[in-house]
């Protein structure tokens, strides 16, 4: 596997840490601390100070927040929108992320490859229906997909979490292709 | 046109600007001074304030700072992409602001409906086929995208700024068609 | 905006008035007497004379001849199936007739850019539903569709009439989008 | 096969012969008088007499006058457009008159299914891509277009006829599914 | 029509008869002693002895095997989803076992066009609908589907079959696409 | 991890091992000697006993014979068309054996989710770029495709290969889809 090593984080420029805004070296030190590695959206963004800060308080504030949806369900979201817009970072890195979330091993491979057919519940399912629908079609989106989700017993704020999370990350994917963002070696077998 | 007045400007809350916290209703009431109302935007986001900032301050990067794309060829990707994606709000509003800046009454029309038939230079219309694909098959996004926008004029930056505000007009567009966000009355006659 | 003036009304050769047939001259004349210019429609279509004489014959009985559907309603279903053609002339165009017929500035660009985000009767609504569907999926059309149409109290001879305008315009988008059919500079601002 | 011999002809009224405007009765009468049977479009369509005559009038003008597209490939354009829009009406009539003009019993099969593989020369085949992109993307046509049909040898003239039949048959494909037009018995061997 | 006897029967090698192995030989000279000629197919996949032999057993176990669809139900799978899939050999081939399996000279042109137009039974359309759906987005059948089949009649065995001919010629539709297996010309009258 | 041991194999029956005819039970046995588990589509398919039969010859013959593609490079077809296919036994069970014979931990993932960004030489991107066609849109293949991997070294025995690989999986994808086929529980860790 040395082959991949050398392979870059970005088709972009990426700065060396020390050359990085302090706020932004701070976080991504953090980050390393904590997971052992630095996962390269930071360094990838990095190149985009501004754009970086931003990227990183809408992401925290969607994946963070208090709220019904657990963070194994908003990683759901991730890893089967990510999917369909063939984003090879966040579905390896949020793969991994959700298999910890949920603490089971074979649940990221499931949603990233048919969703409709992993090991998830009816009320889950209809959740990843709605966030695919947002991800691929919002226009169509209207008030029967609302009583839909609130029948499974999503609520208002419930829905607007999901819808959050399905365009921040179709955001993010887009990106991600865009720079051929590479995900780290570390994260395929995480979890797992 | 009275019908129309008491439309809802968005399917969820929105809170009074008394209840907003002090830096949303200032910056509100900076956009209202100026513009001489409140795009409806700022009223729907106000829901979720830490939302509300993350998201305009990305907005403010990508679309105001210095870089050699102008201020209506920023337009010009809003509208065209937002067009693509059915985003009502987006396109109305975005497409106020491209007269504006192109100070030209027929190019937002344009635009929207078929950027190739626009009044636009073939440079213009290279960025928005690069900002077109990013907006619906951004997985297909290679190299071979790069050389062509750089036959064009356009540099490394500029690939990125464009990639920058189709993405997350792309995440705009999909919270506008979830939440109904309603394009305020003053936008369709703005610049005609 | 002067820079347009003198773009081509289409990339097909344009006869001059006077070298047209006696009874097109008179037709559009009678046209530029009443709307004060000469529709670029009338001209490409010039070009060809006898397809000048059916067009508008087939037109004029869709469009103008007494029925259930409103006149407004019927250039709602032009410019929902053009934009979904991306028809730069018929949106624009038809666009600022739905304006005057409905005596509504807004209504033409809410319905080009999502029409269920439209300031639309639920009655209309399903009208636009069933044009839509005639428009990019005709095959799939069947008794259900007339069923929930009958639902709102269209009768069958309103259904004809909605596929007919649909149909019709179909083909009109696709001739204007290879003969690049230009918008003249007045509908832009028409009925705002 | 008695049993389809009752079948309707369209899902909307059909005059009786007697009943309608001299006008229609004549040209009908003249065709059956010529094939033996009478093709059902024109029963269905004398339901709307206006409607029938700016549609036969535009009809004759594409696939009658003279012009360098022989009458062959025009009805290759009318098979191939109306097989992509599965109009059962359109590729069953049409494919037996391209048998009959072809002098090819095998060839109205073959373009139905797939143009790409029938027994036609390469010049054919530019023919009906461009009459196929005209028919199912047409906002996509631009001069690149325009210079592989030159590069084969058509003429501007060639091209709006050809873009005129492939508009005209989708809007016939979509309102014979609408109306559940029924082919003739009678065509399916002709020119077998 | 002398032009086209002598048209390849693939763009690959055809093994002469006398080089086949001894079974593929016996077997290809026992359908032509049946039909009066070789289908092309046994000739084309002749060139893969081995991927002869599966394909034929498979074939033969799907479409020949006892059970509650009809020998004409099956070829009705095959020409429609074939349709779909746009090969020549399949939807000519299938469509002459159809019309004689079904004894209707009609049905094959009608089922390849548009089956939801065709003289079928509501139980025979709910089959293709599924046979449809298997073939162009069997990622999304689910319970829903098969309960909709049993409130027709069907069990669980007949599904089974509907899905694996739809599978199965999905695979022969692309193989026959990739070598440009010729459909011989003596399918397209029989049965008429 | 246990929630998911006692998920069913199919939604079709499966038979027991001791039911089944006993070259079925032999080679089943013999994969489990192998592999130490049994993979679930011996089980599924094992409910038709012919189609087992037909099913694992054809694949054997595709997947095992000697010819240029190495059998990692077999096995990125399967995976990167699976995945188009949403295929959940086929991604994950042969994203397994991928990893195997590529002797790479990281290449499944990477290909299943967008193969333009896999560790992959020109060459192997151009085969899977071909394989995706056959398997997405095999009725455009022409000689322009064979061309290309003609000048990748690709001789047309590799691309007979590469098309009945595709092809053939395309009908494993969909069967799998409709039975439901659950991947083992093994094959998520293998290799990694």
Known sequence: ????????????????????????????????????????????????????????????????????????????????????????????????????????????????TNYRKADLSPRQKAMLDFAMKVSQSAQQVGEADFDVLKSHGFNEDDIWDMAGISAFFGMSNRLANVTSMRPNDEFYALGR
Chains 1, 2, 3, 4, 5, 6 share one sequence.
């Open 1 to 112: 596997m040395t082959q991949t090593t050398q392979a870059p984080v970005s088709r972009f420029p990426v700065p060396a840490l020390k050359d990085m805004p302090e706020d932004i070296r701070t976080r991504i030190e953090t980050v390393q601390e904590k997971s052992g590695f630095i996962p390269n959206v930071f360094l990838t963004l990095a190149h985009r100070p501004d754009e970086f800060r931003a990227f990183f308080a809408y992401h925290d504030t969607l994946m963070e927040k208090p709220g019904n949806l657990t963070k194994a369900e908003r990683e759901m979201i991730v890893v089967a929108t990510s999917a369909a817009n063939q984003c090879q970072y966040c579905v390896i890195a949020h793969g991994a992320i959700l298999r910890i979330r949920a603490k089971n091993p074979l649940i990221a491979d499931q949603v990233a």
